[in-house]
């Protein structure tokens, strides 16, 4: 394709309704005025700052005119009792870099300015930019030093916690909202960071995620935890989602966490605890060399896909067989975890592939991972959990939420509506 052909297409491209072809055309002319007289685009003195600078000192004096009732200069604004009264001048930082501005002032002082309102520093899509660079994983330096690089504007780290600290009450809020009724399947899980609370330790942050009657995956909450939790810790924690509005869960998948499946039983009495096949079988090779690594997973592949109970007993048998004397513990892992790991054996495959793995929360705590993979440790519980909550209200592409839906959900529905009866509301 030629230059020329190029440039028509462009010109195609800006003819169509809808296109934007006026703000392509800005574009082309602002990039080529840059170009002319040697600036850059953004930072201190960049092209664009002057034209940031432009735009918002014409929309204040729109509002002053707005606020007085008569244009600068209008002899209409003469004995009116209130009229201009000079400037104040200061510098806010936008997504294009600091831009200084002349503030107008009224002689009663009553002006208030909605595009930059008073004592603000910064103008809309500033703030939301730096908690977009620290959901992504950067932390408080690295976002300063962004800046600086790509702005030439100076941000104290001071300020950009404050920034960050802004999501912390929609944090408590988001926390503590209601939930739905019924959750035909709940996904229980944790990620481990580092937090310092007087000294560094590894400390896990429990994640659940809700899958609701229409396939909607949705995490219900985050709890920080110390690692030891017992059936009281679960009680509270679940208790809270009650609180919230869970009155019933039909399958709880977890993946063996101490006291949790009594917890679960005791709070939702008729619902089904099913441990994650994954993290058992994860689990078995722990004891295990690495060299027997393939052979274990395939035999163990022949329990957990049998098509009853019975059969997958029969498997296990020879198994034991084939492995328990060399590696007895995973014998005993599998035959401790046998309560919690046949729940899934009797039903059909649609409903097996959905809580046979708590993969779902697995791909979510990959996101987790990749934003607290830069920071040695968080300050604070708070600290550690404002970057996960960031993490979950950033949309994914092609996701109306950070875990989308469940594929295959109708087909699994109907099977458990044949299970669960009216248990299962649509409403």
């Given at each position: 394709m030629t230059d020329g052909d190029t440039t028509a297409s462009q010109d195609?491209?800006?003819?169509?309704?809808?296109?934007?072809?006026?703000?392509?055309q800005l574009a082309r002319e602002l990039i080529e005025r840059a170009q002319a007289e040697g600036v850059s685009l953004v930072g201190p003195g960049g092209l664009l700052a002057g034209v940031t600078r432009t735009v918002l000192q014409t929309a204040l004096e729109a509002e002053m005119t707005e606020h007085l009732g008569y244009d600068k200069g209008d002899p209409a604004g003469r004995g009116a009792g209130n009229h201009r009264n000079g400037s104040s001048a200061k510098t806010v930082h936008t997504e294009v870099g600091p831009v200084p501005i002349e503030v107008p002032r009224d002689r009663r002082g009553e002006f208030e300015p909605q595009i930059v309102p008073k004592h603000a520093r910064r103008i809309a899509g500033f703030d939301e930019a730096v908690i977009s660079l620290y959901a992504k994983g950067l932390t408080t330096g690295e976002i300063q030093a962004h800046?600086?690089?790509?702005?030439?504007?100076?941000?104290?780290?001071?300020?950009?916690?404050?920034?960050?600290?802004?999501?912390?009450?929609?944090?408590?809020?988001?926390q503590n909202r209601p939930l739905d009724r019924v959750y035909?399947?709940?996904?229980?899980?944790?990620?481990?960071?580092?937090?310092?609370?007087?000294?560094?330790?590894?400390?896990p942050i429990y994640v659940v995620v809700g899958i609701n009657c229409q396939g909607e995956r949705d995490v219900l909450g985050l709890w920080v935890g110390t690692g030891g939790e017992g059936a009281k810790q679960w009680m509270s924690v679940l208790t809270e989602l009650k609180n919230r509005g869970v009155a019933d869960v039909l399958?709880?998948?977890?993946?063996?966490?101490?006291?949790?499946?009594?917890a679960i039983n005791e709070v939702w009495p008729l619902a089904t605890v099913q441990e994650c096949v994954v993290h058992l079988v994860r689990a078995s090779l722990r004891y295990a060399a690495r060299s027997h690594w393939g052979a274990i997973t395939k035999a163990l592949r022949t329990v957990y896909t049998a098509p009853t109970?019975?059969?997958?007993?029969?498997?296990?048998?020879?198994?034991?067989?084939?492995?328990?004397?060399?590696?007895?513990?995973?014998?005993?892992?599998?035959?401790s975890s046998w309560e919690q790991f046949t729940p899934f054996l009797a039903f059909?495959?649609?409903?097996?592939?959905?809580?046979?793995?708590t993969n779902a929360v697995e791909s979510l705590n990959a996101r987790f991972r990749?934003?607290?993979?830069?920071?040695?440790?968080?300050?604070?519980?708070?600290?550690?959990?404002?970057?996960?909550?960031?993490?979950?209200?950033?949309?994914?592409?092609?996701?109306?939420?950070?875990?989308?839906?469940?594929?295959?959900?109708?087909?699994?529905?109907?099977?458990?509506?044949?299970f669960y009866g009216d248990r299962i509301s649509l409403n």
């Open positions: 195609d491209y800006e003819d169509r309704p809808g296109s934007g072809g006026l703000d392509v800046l600086a690089e790509i702005y030439q504007t100076e941000v104290s780290k001071d300020l950009i916690s404050r920034i960050t600290d802004q999501v912390v009450d929609e944090l408590k809020i988001w035909p399947v709940m996904l229980i899980d944790a990620i481990h960071v580092k937090i310092r609370e007087g000294q560094v330790t590894n400390r399958i709880a998948c977890c993946d063996g966490l101490k006291g949790l499946p009594e109970v019975e059969a997958a007993q029969d498997r296990f048998d020879e198994f034991e067989q084939t492995w328990g004397a060399k590696y007895p513990a995973i014998i005993r892992l599998w035959r059909p495959p649609d409903i097996r592939k959905i809580i046979y793995t990749q934003a607290t993979r830069r920071r040695g440790h968080f300050p604070s519980e708070q600290a550690a959990l404002k970057v996960l909550y960031l993490v979950i209200r950033t949309p994914q592409r092609n996701r109306s939420n950070v875990t989308g839906r469940t594929h295959g959900w109708k087909q699994a529905l109907n099977t458990l509506v044949m």
